[in-house]
């Protein structure tokens, strides 16, 4: 049997995410496919590594530096979020917290994360082959906000943020052979998206990326559409779906150390249901 594990990012709301893959390891459960979307890349890269709280401080700790995210950031750097500073000076080898490229590429789990090519907004899997030690640059592709961040290049290719390509990558877990896969929502499981923001952001980013702003346009629709798909792969007992009661009052840049610590806390408790999804 396959198993895959999907995370779908949400910015700090991933602190949740946090919470479920480190009960993962201390549980012992191996996923064989990891899919993350936005700052659910992170999370999977980490777990894949077996690096046990490793994203609990990178929510917790690192975003109330200046260096990460910032208004000083945006007015210097044109970027509220420094996804350099982010994965590479504090995730390369010599960094204050790196991530362990060589258990990464010899784990049995899985790795890919997804983005968004900024000019067709067609979504890309990348996987293990596409990273390198010290070059990270699928990440920061994967979390590059539409307006918080400049789309991120990949080999001279630029992109989005993964949530605009394929919001909720339920089919692509099933379409690589998994038969079992567990979806983390970092939002409530009955929450209805909606795209008045969305469409207020995609206005800004017509003129230069429109296929992108369509995306973004369509992101509230691809994600409930996801999340509805995802619980009738539930109902036959293919899915289990792990989201949040409530957020705890954390939202996609929400900075409150105790808000981050208890949506953390309530992940990994909620992730206790996992064992014996894939028991059954």
Known sequence: MKTGVIDVGGGLRGVYAAGVFDYCLDAEIEFDLGIGVSAGSANVASYAARQRGRNYTFYTEYPFRKEYMSVRNLLFKKSYL??????????NGDGENPLDYQKLVDSSTEFMAVATD?????????GK????QDDYSVLKASCAIPLVCHPYEVQGTAYYDGGLGDTVP???AFECGCDKVVLILTKPRDLVRTSNKDRLFADRLQRKYPMSAERLRQRSEQYNHGVA????????GQ???IAPDDTCGVDTL?????ALKAFYEKGY????????????
Do not use: H, M, P, Q
């Open 82 to 91: 420094d996804l350099d500073y982010i994965y590479g000076t504090l995730s």
């Open 239 to 241: 899915a289990l779906i």
């Open 118 to 126: 900024a000019k067709t907004g067609e979504a890309k899997y990348f």
């Open 269 to 280: 408790e909620d992730a206790k249901t996992v064992e014996a999804f894939l028991a059954g």
């Open 254 to 258: 929400t900075k409150n150390k105790e």
């Open 129 to 132: 082959s596409d990273l390198a």
């Open 229 to 236: 798909l995802a619980k009738e792969y539930e109902a036959r």
């Open 170 to 172: 339920i089919e692509k």
